[in-house]
């Protein structure tokens, strides 16, 4: 099986930098995707990343090492809108994606 | 454009009841897949179908069936349905391309007594 792991809960204020990593021993490896979900929504895409290196999408950016199995959600000038639900998915050698349980960002003012 | 919809937002369900949970999407993908998303537990695949006529099962399939006719219906059926099944159950889709991003759906919140 797959195994994703990522930090539960995380709180940041307004304005910070928060740093979410995740963790991941897949059979295969073709890219791993980042998604936001804030509470009794459906998640929608963030960012890929399918060869090492950081990627950066205006003020989120994500980073990858494949040797590592590592990966991390660079969240930066945190605005109250950024509380959500963050979840690491990897996509295995069957070209299935695999979640890790989410972590809970929570924004303080 | 509506992208993907589920019917229905919600539903309570006795145990041993049928119940079919619809998505359609109009963004012509060929992939689609259904989730369930449970506390702690993240998304976890139940079905999936790379293209119209044919279908795969994913970690947790059983007391599922799926079946896809057409390139824009994925419906999901619980045939005798059991309080393990209380969920919420989201529908995705994908178009291939470089990263094949899969885009989900609003979701179902399923609650079997």
């Known amino acids: 099986g797959q195994n994703i792991d990522q930090p539960t809960e995380m709180t940041a204020t307004e304005g910070a930098i928060v740093q979410i990593n995740c963790t991941y021993q897949t059979s295969g490896f073709n890219g791993l995707f980042w998604y936001q979900q804030h509470a009794g929504e459906a998640p929608t895409f963030l960012s890929y990343?399918?060869?090492?290196g950081l990627e950066e999408k205006g003020r989120f950016s994500s980073f990858l090492s494949r040797s590592k199995g590592y990966s991390y959600l660079l969240l930066k000038e945190l605005q109250m809108k950024d509380s959500a639900s963050y979840l690491c998915a990897v996509r295995d050698g069957d070209y299935k994606l695999s979640f890790g349980a989410g972590t809970t960002v929570t924004v303080r003012a | 454009i509506a992208g993907i919809t589920q019917a229905p937002t919600s539903q309570i369900l006795a145990a041993g009841r049928r119940m079919t949970l619809r998505c359609t999407q109009d963004?012509?993908?060929?992939?689609m897949y259904w989730y369930r998303q449970d506390l702690g537990l993240g998304l976890r695949l139940i079905h999936y179908s790379n293209t119209a006529g044919t279908t795969g099962k994913g970690e947790v399939p059983d007391g599922y069936s799926v079946s896809r006719a057409n390139t824009d219906d994925f419906p999901l059926t619980l045939a005798s349905a059991v309080p393990s099944q209380t969920s919420v159950y989201f529908c995705?889709?994908?178009?291939?391309?470089?990263?094949?991003?899969?885009?989900f759906g609003p979701g179902t919140r399923l609650t079997v007594l």
């Open positions: 995705a889709s994908s178009g291939g391309g470089e990263t094949d991003t899969q885009y």
């Open positions: 990343n399918v060869l090492d």
């Open positions: 963004m012509r993908h060929n992939a």
